[in-house]
Structure formats: structure tokens, C-alpha cells
């Protein structure tokens, strides 16, 4: 019974985070971001601005979803979201088009070219922040095809 319960314990803590890693929409390339372009992105795109009970809803899907978004901005222009980031990706988005609850990477509802879309509207808002090199890579990075997608092992 100790083996097992062993067993089952290590099973358990080395598939810890792998949801988290592998749900991703998009990659985000922070290189020569300027030290306060999150704070702006927020400020500019404050979850604030939110009056539609709709989406004071999914606000808190994203807020609560289980990868913890470090960063939260919403998009007021249509398609209206509100989108979950960490430094490096993004995570998590709700819209009401695409999904009832706080969507990710592996949510069937989220076609590739969604995730494109959505993943190049961020990116959008971090090439203003970011120099000369970093634009270029962000450009880039717009055209290659949604993580996780079959063109992106091709590619890959």
C-alpha cells in the first residue's frame, strides 16, 4: 500500500505545471521591452473600463482560471476580450463568441486562426514598447502559424 501510494505521489507531482505550459495561445518575445510597457498595456487597456456584466463575468473566469495570468488587458474594441498574459505567453482569454468560460491553448473552441488573431493583437500592443531588434522580432513572430497547430510542427 506505501509503494503504491509512493507511486502515486510521484506520478502526481512530476505532471505538475504540465497543463500550464503546454495551454499557451501564443508565445510573447519580451526582448528589449521597455521596464514599465506592462503597467502601460495595463493602464491603456484597463479591465476597468468594463461595464458590460457580460464581461465583469469572464473577468473573473480569467482572473481565477488555473494558470494565473500575470498581467490582464482588456480589449474594448471589437472583437471585444479580455486577455490573460504572463512575461512570456499568453494564456487565457474570454470572449463570449468563441467560448462561455476563460479560454486557453487546448480549448476546442479556439480555432487556430483565432489564436493567431488573438496572439498578433497583443503582440501589437508590445512592438510600442519594445526597440528596433525587438520589433522585428515581434513581426516575425505574427507570421508564424498558431502554437500547437499541425502547420506549426511542419514548420517546426
Same mark, same amino acid.
Given at each position: 500500500?506505501? +509503494? =503504491? ?13 504540465? $497543463? ?30 468594463? !461595464? ?6 469572464? =473577468?473573473?473566469?480569467?482572473? $481565477?482560471? /488555473?494558470?494565473? #495570468?500575470?498581467? +490582464? ?5 471589437? #472583437?471585444?476580450? +479580455? ?11 474570454? $470572449? ?11 480549448? #476546442? ?10 496572439? !498578433? ?21 505574427? !507570421?508564424? #502559424?498558431?502554437? /500547437? ?6 514548420? $517546426?
Amino acid at each position: 500500500m506505501k +509503494i =503504491l501510494f509512493l507511486i502515486l505521489t510521484l506520478t502526481l507531482i512530476g505532471c505538475y505545471g504540465v $497543463n500550464s505550459e503546454t495551454s499557451q495561445i501564443g508565445d510573447i518575445n519580451s526582448i528589449c521591452l521597455s521596464k514599465n510597457a506592462w503597467t502601460e498595456i495595463q493602464s491603456k487597456n484597463s479591465v476597468d473600463k468594463i !461595464n458590460d456584466s457580460t464581461f465583469k463575468e469572464g =473577468l473573473k473566469y480569467v482572473k $481565477n482560471h /488555473f494558470i494565473k #495570468p500575470e498581467y +490582464i488587458i482588456y480589449f474594448e474594441n471589437e #472583437p471585444k476580450e +479580455i486577455v490573460g498574459c504572463g512575461f512570456y505567453s499568453i494564456r487565457v482569454v474570454y $470572449n463570449p463568441k468563441i467560448g462561455d468560460f476563460g479560454i486557453d491553448g487546448l480549448s #476546442p473552441q479556439l480555432s487556430d486562426k483565432e489564436q493567431i488573431r488573438i496572439r !498578433n493583437r497583443v503582440l501589437k500592443l508590445i512592438k510600442e514598447y519594445s526597440c528596433e531588434d525587438g520589433k522585428i522580432v515581434l513581426t516575425k513572430e505574427m !507570421n508564424e #502559424p498558431a502554437i /500547437f497547430s499541425k502547420e506549426y510542427y511542419e514548420n $517546426n
